[in-house]
Each structure stands twice: as structure tokens, then as C-alpha cells.
């Protein structure tokens, strides 16, 4: 990445005259500019998609399925190689429990996440999303793996992307979420993650799930050991990729942008946590990049209440977790205290409306 030679005043009139910002402007703006400078060029980008006190949220769980996994990431806690002891496997009716749960608790969006299981077949997920979709038909939503998950099953199966999305969509399966891909630089994976995927695979089961008529998200992790130039790398393909799509004709195929923060706890890789500052700043500057994603979602699982901060700093969308495992593992807390959470965020000048994923899984996001 080159040295910007834009000023900070440069930049703050890009943004205001709608123009998009590059890399080197993103750096200079990282080095230089405020939290209060961040917060408020967000919160002009922010208002070209919402109005200044509109959020919304919703309530849900994420379901790990699984633990057993061979992709050995240095920064999970969570998994376990296959035949170790403490290795799991969900039953459907175990699922319906949770299901039932979540739906008790007044939400109705279930994320399934679990690992690179060699013993499950591409049918058991057929069978559990086929189930789900009998069971509970548009009550509640899922969210069908993560890409990563969505690789592996592919491959382990020898189908290409676009025949096992067809598979799962058969099924009754519409989301399959933009999860696993923590940061999206080639010396990334390599350094935490040699046997998960490459950067270009990623894209390309994106690009087939997406081409296949499911809907899909973009996520990021920050908090490892990554440069500030790599964030905005995953920033500058994330933005690229939904370009892509938009000329493609499949406008707002990426319906949103998660970023949460890594929890070191009980991982190989340790280290210590960001402070919620600087998970802010990044939460703005992302806002900033993304001028293409109008749903920015700031992560109440891994920041807690301090999270809906973040929607002073562009964000407009969360989360209301009940269950995670994997973030859990490592050092998450969950607070099923919903009237406090969304009390804070009135606190903060915002009018949370829920968000139900069931009903608005076909419109733009
Ligand atoms: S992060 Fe996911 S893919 Fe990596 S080891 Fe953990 S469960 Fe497996």
C-alpha cells in the first residue's frame, strides 16, 4: 500500500461529496483522524442509508453442531480432533430444543456453525435442514453454515460449489453466511489457518452461492496478530467482491457486514483482547470503506453492551445472542438481560426495531 498524499481534510471532503475512499486513504484516516473525526465522517455515511436514530435487532443463537473438526485454526478453542474425547455430534432432536428455546425467548434466527466434521455427509445436513424447514416452516430462520463449513462439505463431498448450494437450497436452506473468514489475506491463512480454504476459494463459493439464488453476508474478525494494512485489504475485497455482484446483477447479494473481535482465551494462538476503542474506530472506518453494504451490525457477543456504542460509530444493526459456543470457549460472556441491552441503546439516542430475517429474507437488505 502506498503513502496517501491526501490530507485528512482531503478525505473528510471525499466523504462528504459521496466519494468513495482508497486504501491509502483508509491508512491515513486509521493513523490520523480522531475517534470523534471517526465517529462523525461514519455517521455521515451512515445517514445516506438510515435515519440518525433508526437501529434495528433481533434475537439469536447460534447452534454448533458439531465440534469435531481437522482445520486446526491456531485461534479456536473450540474444536476437537476427531475420535478426542469431549467430541460431539448434535441430534436432530437436540437441535429442536434449541430451536424451541430460542423461539421461547421471543426470537427466530438460528446461525449453524460447527466444525470440519469428516464423518458427516452431505446428507446429514440435508436431513437436519430439511427437518428444520418441516418443522418449523417460516417461524423461524436459519442461517445454514458458514462459506468455510460450506467448502469443506463441498469438497469432502467432490461436488463442485454450485451443485452442493443447489443441494442445500433444495432443501429448503436460503442463507448461507459470509462466517469463517476472520481476515481475508492470503499470508493470513497461511500464518492461522493453512488447511481451512485460500482467500480466492472463498470468493468463488461466495460467488456460487450467491449465483445459485442464496443470500449471503460479509464478516470479519479483528484482534489477532494483523496489520492494519490486512484489515483493510479484507475491506477493500469485501468491497470489490459486492461490486462484482452489483454489476452482476445481483445488487446487495452481500446483505450486511459483521465484524466481532477475537477472544484469546484457552487458544493456541493467546494473546490479549483490542479494546472496545479500538474495535469502534474499526467499526467506523469499516462503515467509511463499505459504501456499498448499507447494514453494518456491531457485535454485541464479543463486546457486550458496550457494542451498541457502535451505533454512534455507523453501525445500525445487532445482534441479541442467546448462545455461542465457540466465542464462549474462548472467552465470551452472554447477557440474556434483553430490556437492559436494548435500554442502553435507546440511552444512546436509538429506536431499536426487531428485525425479522424469516419475513425479509427476499428484499433488498
Ligand atoms: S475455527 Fe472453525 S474451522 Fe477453525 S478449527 Fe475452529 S471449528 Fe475448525
Known amino acids: 500500500m502506498t503513502v496517501s498524499t491526501a490530507t485528512l481534510s482531503d478525505i473528510r471532503r471525499k466523504i462528504e461529496d459521496c466519494e468513495r475512499i482508497s486504501p491509502e486513504d483508509a491508512l491515513c484516516l486509521w493513523r490520523e483522524a480522531s475517534d470523534a473525526d471517526l465517529r462523525s465522517l461514519a455517521g455521515q455515511v451512515r445517514a445516506r442509508f438510515h435515519s440518525p436514530s433508526a ?39 437436540q437441535v429442536f430444543a434449541k430451536l424451541d428455546e430460542l423461539l421461547a425467548l421471543g426470537g427466530d434466527l438460528a446461525g449453524f456453525n460447527g466444525g470440519f466434521n469428516p464423518h458427516l455427509p452431505l446428507d446429514y445436513y ?60 492470503e499470508d493470513f491463512r497461511r500464518r492461522h489457518s493453512k488447511f481451512k480454504y485460500t482467500v480466492a476459494e472463498y470468493f468463488a463459493a461466495q460467488r456460487a452461492i450467491v449465483d445459485t439464488g442464496l443470500r449471503t453476508s460479509a464478516t470479519m474478525v479483528i484482534g489477532f496478530d494483523e496489520t492494519i494494512e490486512e484489515r483493510i485489504e479484507h475491506l ?33 494462538l493467546g494473546g490479549i483482547e483490542i479494546s472496545t476503542s479500538e474495535y469502534l474506530r474499526h467499526l467506523a472506518l469499516s462503515r467509511i470503506y463499505l459504501d456499498n453494504i448499507p447494514r453494518i451490525r456491531t457485535s454485541v457477543l464479543t463486546q457486550n453492551e458496550r457494542a451498541l456504542e457502535g451505533l454512534l460509530y455507523g453501525a445500525d444493526d445487532f445482534d441479541l445472542p442467546i448462545e455461542d459456543e465457540v466465542t464462549q470457549l474462548a472467552g465470551a460472556t452472554i447477557s440474556l438481560n434483553f430490556d437492559k441491552l436494548l435500554a442502553t441503546a435507546r440511552a444512546l439516542g436509538f429506536t431499536p426495531t426487531y428485525r425479522h430475517v424469516v419475513t425479509g429474507w427476499n428484499q433488498p437488505a
Not at 59 to 88: E, H, S, W
Not at 126 to 133: G, V
Not at 165 to 181: D, N, P, Q, Y
Request: proline letters at 2%.
Open 236 to 268: 477493500e475485497r469485501t468491497r470489490a467482491f459486492q461490486d462484482c455482484l452489483i454489476a452482476d446483477g445481483h445488487g446487495g447479494a452481500l446483505s450486511s457486514f459483521l465484524c466481532w473481535t477475537y477472544k484469546p482465551y484457552f487458544t493456541q
Open 126 to 185: 440435508c436431513e437436519l435442514f430439511s427437518a428444520i424447514r418441516d418443522r418449523y416452516g417460516d417461524r423461524l430462520e436459519f442461517y445454514a453454515l458458514t462459506i468455510a463449513e460450506f467448502m469443506y462439505l463441498a469438497d469432502h463431498a467432490n461436488l463442485s460449489y454450485t451443485v452442493a448450494a443447489e443441494r442445500l437450497k433444495a432443501v429448503g436452506v436460503r442463507w448461507i453466511t459470509g462466517g469463517g473468514s476472520e481476515i481475508l489475506t
Open 55 to 93: 437501529c434495528t435487532y433481533l434475537i439469536m443463537r447460534i447452534i454448533n453442531y458439531t465440534n469435531v473438526c481437522v482445520a486446526q485454526c491456531d485461534y479456536c478453542a473450540f474444536y476437537k480432533l476427531p475420535g478426542q474425547q469431549g467430541g460431539y455430534i448434535l441430534t436432530h432432536e
